[in-house]
């Protein structure tokens, strides 16, 4: 039998650990929690668009067990949005096609806001093929692009990522040189980079020199070095950080805010 017979926290309140002290662990009931998350968008309202959503949510629960008492949950989630903005005001410009009368027309307003509706899908359509030419902007089509490099697909990797991959693989054409290298390299670091060549130690050193601290998708960069660098050669990273001299000419207000770890990749 449960040690606690009490279901709100008015009545488990007057309660001392005299009152429980005799009672065994197991006497006492677990913990059910029954969470409600409620999501709450605001913005711009899309009538055509996509998202993908990934959430994490983390619940903590210690104590004694509560029935009846709002659990509190925090989300944090991470949210891909492609959107464009109408470049024509679709209904406008087939009003103005008709007699002025149609101007307050409820039905041929309906009927004009679902071709604008459909027009502007259409338009969305014709600018994702555009984006979808281009490495640094493409989204939805991503896959094609992996597919034709022959790159595995990686879904739950953010898309800058992705696109790092495929834009190395381009670079990597043709003979390994030290000069492609360095362009390989680049297109994860966002930044330039420079190839130390070690040749008595048959190894040879990236040195990330146009960023600070160190890049974010380091894990697919060694793998594609892996592939093409000439089997006999290691490799190691060089990361550049910010020393004391950098703050010589700073204010207190300019870098209260940030922490060391912040001061020493700040650009």
């Known amino acids: 039998m449960p040690a606690i017979q009490q279901q709100t926290w008015d009545e488990i309140q007057v309660l001392t650990w005299g009152d429980l002290d005799q009672n065994l662990y197991l006497d006492f009931r677990i913990a059910l929690v029954d969470g409600l998350i409620e999501a709450q ?49 679709y ?14 027309s409820r039905l041929f307003g309906s009927l004009l806001d679902t071709y604008t509706k459909e027009l502007r899908g259409l338009e ?18 991503i896959i094609r692009w992996e597919q034709d490099l022959g790159i595995a697909s990686d879904v739950s990797k953010p898309y800058n990522f ?7 693989k ?13 362009t390989v ?12 060549e070690d040749n008595a130690s048959y190894a040879f ?11 974010a998708n380091m894990t697919d960069l060694t793998a594609i070095l892996e592939e093409i660098k000439p089997a006999h050669l290691a490799f190691s990273y060089d990361y550049t950080y910010n020393t004391w001299s950098f703050l010589a000419d700073k204010t207190w207000q300019e870098v209260s ?4 770890a912040e001061i020493q990749t700040f650009n």
């Open 124 to 141: 969305f359509k014709l600018d994702t093929v555009q984006d979808s030419y281009f490495v640094d902007s493409v989204v939805e089509n």
């Open 91 to 104: 209904k406008g410009d087939m009003l103005k096609l008709l007699p002025s009368y149609y101007n307050n």
């Open 170 to 182: 381009l670079r990597a054409v043709g003979t390994t040189t030290k000069a492609m290298i360095e």
């Open 185 to 196: 390299a680049a297109a994860f670091s966002d930044g330039q980079v420079e190839v130390i």
């Open 162 to 168: 992705r696109r790092e991959k495929v834009k190395a």
């Open 257 to 260: 805010a940030l922490t060391w």
């Open 205 to 215: 050193r990236v040195k990330f020199t146009g960023t600070k601290g160190t890049p």
């Open 41 to 89: 968008a605001q913005g711009v309202d899309l009538s055509i668009g996509k998202s993908a959503i990934e959430g994490i949510v983390e619940m903590l629960v210690q104590g004694v067990k509560i029935e009846f008492s709002p659990a509190i949950v925090q989300v944090r989630a991470e949210i891909v949005v492609s959107s464009n903005v109408s470049r024509r005001d």
